[in-house]
């Protein structure tokens, strides 16, 4: 009780829900929650954050495959996911430096955010990019289509949209396409470098490889993760086809991306 | 005597037994009670007239009619089935003898036309009476043809077909107060249609960001001012209301009013965003309120006032420590539907365990009602339910841990005058009538 207090979140009184996972994340988590013997028996807040993180986002990837998946669902999940991220990233937890009791919340914030302002204020938006690259596959699952004709029509004019003016206008199969394109030339974007060094910026300080496109598909983790790589793999739908290398430039991963989104 | 304080319904159920009723809407009159369900079929029920003799067979409603509205479809282009579960059933304003409702499922809306035939001709000089043609040497006279009166048939008919508007799901429908004109909303987009035109529609709304990964927001229902043609208000998936003017300019982005109540901080959880989108928004008969239903609230706004509701309802609250599971097993994404009754006095709203919710506006009293058939026979009165949240328990209360999620009551109607409601629980249609017509008023 005493680890909530200080962060004005509504308790997760549910215990139901992390019956399973205290089994299996336990043991990873005890060198560091060791010393809260008092506590042991509930899991910890972060704990119980990194569990409805990974939930999350298996919900966003496991969609009902014939039909299109419910867009509202979708947005809420992953603003759920978001707000997760951002309270992980302003206590630090995202850098694994403190995972304990949260008496010291405060002064953690303080010391996270120090580490954090030493890269550029871009870097915490840009930390979202690549991770909204993946969510975006749900948005635009129900734009999903022949990997092939993405592939050749890349570069494709986009269907213009008036939507400033008054005009009738039907919309058709022919703007589904162009609004496709759109959205694929943003997932590549999201992918390629923009420019090679601030993609340095982004990731050098930082240890997003969690946000990685890559590294969600085959759930592995770089090695300075603890604790909740466990629960990551168990709940993670790994595929094992995509190799560690860097997908941002290299053309085959981006079709086998664009395979995995179209889900042939 | 004491009876007259309770409120006391009468159970007509009707039972069907094949598909989840996904949606229940009254005409305007509530002669007519249209359903839609999971396989694209629409059931239209109808009131049966008032008779002296049996005094207690005040009224029920009987199948008037029976069609398919809506069929799966496939779209070859995205690879993905569209389904044809009805999403909104609306009544248009009855102008002639026929009676017309658009009904639609994700993506089409249609335009149905109810007539009813009850004579037809007789005596044709060409064809005998099965249809087949004569053999004209025996035709020795000529007769003009008359009407002779036959069983009622109920024909139903598509009339328009408003199809290709929508990239994403249709969530409402909504017929302008000017009876020309209609309105059909998805997640990003509004759209205003001409009930005579179908192959185009006018974008009044539209939300959706350049770029897709910045989408945080979706629109889960709007509905047309009930008086004023050019005023309509759409929900969000962050509990906000917005109220457009179409008069203001050709595309309505930009709200004239925006209805937002501050989150309470106190209550803040991973959970509170979801919790606060809106599943459904309805105006008051008078035009002066909405009320909007959350996931464990109802709200009455009042229209010149953005800043916070005017009354708010606890639906469920014992619900709010269960969000962790409900969010596990998707529950926290269910859109209940709200109602008003026709003076505006008491709201309902559906809940789980077949539990439905009424809320009385002047007397501030509410009371949890329960559609299935254990619970009650037909013309028994519905006994009141309690939930009780740990504690002291009294006999019949329902603890919270043994409410059975998959009961849930999605869709509510009010009959537009009297004290009729209908119910949809899962595959069954439930229709409670008053029979103490005072204190409800």
């Known amino acids: ?264 | 005597m004491g009876e007259d304080t309770d409120t006391r319904k009468i159970n007509h159920s009707f039972l069907r037994d094949h598909n989840y009723v996904t949606e229940v809407e009254f005409n305007h009159t509530g002669e007519l009670l249209a359903t839609g369900d999971k396989g694209g079929r629409v059931v239209i029920f109808q009131r049966e007239p008032e008779s002296k003799n049996e005094p207690y067979n005040q009224g029920e409603y009987n199948v008037y009619s029976t069609f398919q509205s809506h069929e799966p479809e496939f779209d070859y282009l995205k690879s993905l089935e569209i389904e044809e579960k009805i999403n909104k059933i609306k009544w248009l304003p009855q102008q002639n003898a026929a009676h017309s409702l658009l009904s639609t499922n994700d993506k089409t809306i249609k335009l149905w036309k109810i007539t009813e035939r009850d004579k037809r001709p007789e005596g044709y000089n060409l064809k005998d009476e099965e249809g087949k043609l004569k053999d004209l040497s025996t035709v020795t006279s000529l007769q003009v043809p008359v009407l002779k009166p036959m069983d009622l048939m109920v024909e139903v008919t598509p009339r328009r077909i408003f199809a290709n508007g929508h990239t994403y799901h249709v969530n409402s429908i909504s017929v302008n107060s000017d009876c020309e004109t209609y309105m059909s909303a998805d997640d990003l987009r509004i759209n205003l249609w001409h009930l005579a035109i179908t192959d185009r529609s006018f974008n009044i709304v539209d939300i959706k960001p350049a770029n897709m990964e910045d989408l945080t927001e979706v629109i889960t229902a709007s509905e047309f001012h009930p008086h004023h043609c050019n005023l309509f208000v759409y929900s969000s998936s962050k509990g906000s209301l917005r109220l457009c003017d179409m008069r203001a300019s050709a595309l309505c982005d930009k709200h004239s009013k925006l209805y937002e109540e501050p989150e309470d901080p106190s209550n803040r959880s991973f959970f509170s965003e979801i919790i606060s989108s809106v599943s459904d928004v309805k105006f008051s008969h008078s035009g002066r309120y909405m009320l909007t239903r959350d996931y464990l609230t109802v709200k009455v706004w009042d229209l010149n006032m953005e800043t916070k509701p005017v009354e708010t309802y606890q639906v469920h609250d014992y619900l709010r420590s269960k969000l962790c599971s409900l969010y596990e097993n998707d529950c926290i994404f269910d859109k209940f539907e709200c109602a008003w009754n026709g003076s505006d006095s008491v709201i309902m709203t559906g809940a789980y365990n077949n539990f439905f919710r009424m809320f009385d506006r002047n007397t501030k009293r509410d009371v949890t009602l329960e559609a299935s058939r254990e619970s009650s026979k037909p013309r028994a009165i519905l006994k009141p339910r309690r939930v009780c949240v740990g504690g002291k328990r009294r006999k019949d209360d329902i603890s919270v841990d043994s409410l059975d999620f998959t009961k849930k009551i999605l869709h509510t109607a009010w009959h537009p005058t009297e004290n009729i409601i209908a119910i949809a629980a899962t595959n069954n249609l439930y229709i409670f009538q008053d029979k103490v017509n005072s204190e409800m008023h």
């Not at chain 1, 972060?46 to 993180?53: M, Y």
């Open chain 1, 1 to 264: 009780m005493g680890e909530e207090e200080g962060l004005h979140q509504t308790p997760f009184l549910d215990t139901m829900f992390v019956r399973g996972l205290k089994r299996k994340c336990f043991d990873g988590e005890e060198d560091i929650e060791g010393t809260l013997a008092g506590i042991k028996a509930i899991p910890s807040y972060n704990l119980q954050r990194q569990s409805l993180l990974d939930m999350s986002l298996v919900k966003l990837q496991l969609c009902h495959m014939l039909v299109e998946p419910n867009l509202c669902r979708s947005v809420l999940i992953a603003n759920t996911v978001r707000q997760i991220q951002e309270e992980m990233t302003q206590d630090g937890t995202w850098q694994m430096i403190n995972t304990q009791s949260t008496g010291q919340a405060s002064l953690d914030r303080l010391v996270s955010t120090d580490i954090l302002c030493r890269s550029s204020r871009d870097q915490a938006e840009g930390k979202h990019v690549p991770a909204y690259g993946t969510f975006n596959k749900d948005f635009e699952n129900d734009q999903a289509q022949d990997s092939s004709d993405t592939m050749s029509t890349a570069s494709a004019v986009q269907a213009p949209r008036n939507l400033q003016s008054s005009v009738w206008e039907m919309e058709n199969p022919q703007e589904n396409k162009g609004n496709f394109q759109k959205s694929l030339d943003q997932i590549f974007e999201t992918l390629e470098n923009k420019s090679p060094n601030s993609v340095e910026d982004l990731f050098s300080e930082v240890d997003n490889s969690y946000y990685d496109l890559d590294t969600m598909l085959t759930g592995m983790m770089s090695n300075t993760k603890m604790g909740h790589c466990d629960s990551l793999e168990t709940f993670s739908s790994s595929t094992n086809t995509a190799s560690n290398s860097n997908c941002k430039s290299d053309l085959n991963d981006l079709d086998h991306i664009v395979e995995i989104l179209v889900e042939s």
